[in-house]
T-cell receptor
Framework: GQQLNQSPQSMFIQEGEDVSMNCTSSSIFNTWLWYKQEPGEGPVLLIALYKAGELTSNGRLTAQFGITRKDSFLNISASIPSDVGIYFCARTPDSNYQLIWGAGTKLIIKP | NAGVMQNPRHLVRRRGQEARLRCSPMKGHSHVYWYRQLPEEGLKFMVYLQKENIIDESGMPKERFSAEFPKEGPSILRIQQVVRGDSAAYFC?????????????FGEGSRLTVL
């Protein structure tokens, strides 16, 4: 259906560690988007993916559109304190413009 | 180049009152989307508008909620006779007129608290 399963729900990591999160869907689709939301703010687009297998980087962030078109992952290398926030995956279904959102992965960096 | 502007940032209403949330899209954008977000949850689509036109309101409750995007002025999300369950963050996003690619630009949100 239209659900996105995003995991993990939250992550507690040390500064400097690498982070990996992913999203899966039961149906195929054409676009994967990764957004970050900081407390009290709106989501900000990090990376957009449009083709199966596509691997895209944005600084320390890397995201890939799965070959099956049903999943995507987001990696953050060498995390820093400003990486804290909630990361959302989102996708557009084949025949609609509505964005479907995952429930988010909350990233917390331990002091 | 101003981004998507939403106001008010915070709104407190008592049950039964009306809430009006405003959104001005980015310059050059003529498509507006409204989303609702409950604490610890992702965003839920409510309504998609173009100037003077509601394109899709399938995510918006049939009663008490309405949205408009007039020829002049901001888009308005209106909630009548608010109830406690309406307490949420309401985000507006905009996109350019041509070639929607899923890259929405979001405002900072309006946080509604119903007492």
């Amino acid at each position: 259906g239209q659900q996105l399963n995003q995991s993990p729900q939250s992550m507690f990591i040390q500064e400097g560690e690498d982070v990996s999160m992913n999203c899966t869907s039961s149906s195929i689709f054409n676009t994967w988007l990764w957004y970050k939301q900081e407390p009290g703010e709106g989501p900000v687009l990090l990376i957009a993916l449009y083709k199966a297998g596509e691997l895209t980087s944005n600084g320390r962030l890397t995201a890939q559109f799965g070959i099956t078109r049903k999943d995507s992952f987001l990696n953050i290398s060498a995390s820093i304190p400003s990486d804290v926030g909630i990361y959302f995956c989102a996708r557009t279904p084949d025949s609609n413009y509505q964005l479907i959102w995952g429930a988010g992965t909350k990233l917390i960096i331990k002091p | 180049n101003a981004g998507v502007m939403q106001n008010p940032r915070h709104l407190v209403r008592r049950r039964g009152q009306e809430a009006r949330l405003r959104c001005s899209p980015m310059k050059g954008h003529s498509h507006v989307y409204w989303y609702r977000q409950l604490p610890e949850e992702g965003l839920k689509f409510m309504v998609y508008l173009q100037k003077e036109n509601i394109i899709d309101e399938s995510g918006m409750p049939k009663e008490r909620f309405s949205a408009e995007f007039p020829k002049e002025g901001p888009s308005i999300l209106r909630i009548q006779q608010v109830v406690r369950g309406d307490s949420a963050a309401y985000f507006c996003a905009s996109s350019p007129a041509a070639g929607y690619t899923g890259e929405l630009f979001f405002g900072e949100g309006s946080r509604l608290t119903v007492l």
